[in-house]
């Protein structure tokens, strides 16, 4: 409607606009457990309330969203060959919420974040929450909404993951060389054994760094203390 294409005037004017801002403005890590000595928690921040169940779309009315996950999750799935045909799609199966620790955490993470967007920090901002709403309260219910309308957050791992090759799950060797194949590595998030804490786009990056330098010979940099 006109006050989109009234942003989109915005910014190919280069001015202020919404076009700009990133879909997550604020992060935070905490934990579920008091005791834990590091976070197991990430929540995200966004300054509009996306419509319920359709990744990418807003709702009408303003608002904004709490978005939470579990850092490093125990839960793990597979990617498995349906065929001999190397264009069939193959099977996938991620297996969220498979781990009971994955499940409470989880729970733990849905009911911090209804406590943050209900503080007094936030309770000038907040009229009334929609998703999933006053009516959840038990976790049978949290759980049930995670189920139901939980995502990814584009963040798989492991699928061709690094191992010796006595392993049967390991694909490609510390060079990240295809076991059995010559002449073939595989550079991306997909050879990480165990998932990294938060977001895989700067390991992934360092991933790549690391490969042409083993691709064109070059010797690793000396170890630094600074």
Known sequence: GPPLLLEVARWLM?????????????????????????????????????????????????????????????????????????????IIQPNYLAAENDRQVLLAGMRLGRALMQSSALAPYFDKETSPGDGVQSDDEFLDFAKRLGTTVYHLIGTARMGPDTDPGAVVDPQLRVHGIQNLRVVDASIMPTMPSANTNAATLMIAEKASDMILGRPPLAASSD
């Open 14 to 90: 280069g001015r202020p606009s919404l076009l700009a801002v990133s879909p997550s403005l604020a992060h935070v890590f905490w934990k579920s457990r008091s005791e834990l000595n590091r976070p197991d928690l990430q929540f995200v921040f966004s300054p509009a309330s996306f419509r319920e169940g359709v990744v990418g779309l807003l709702d009408k009315e303003p608002g904004m969203t709490c978005g939470v996950w579990q850092q490093r999750p125990e839960s793990t799935g597979y990617v498995n060959a349906r065929s001999a045909n190397p264009f069939e799609m193959p």
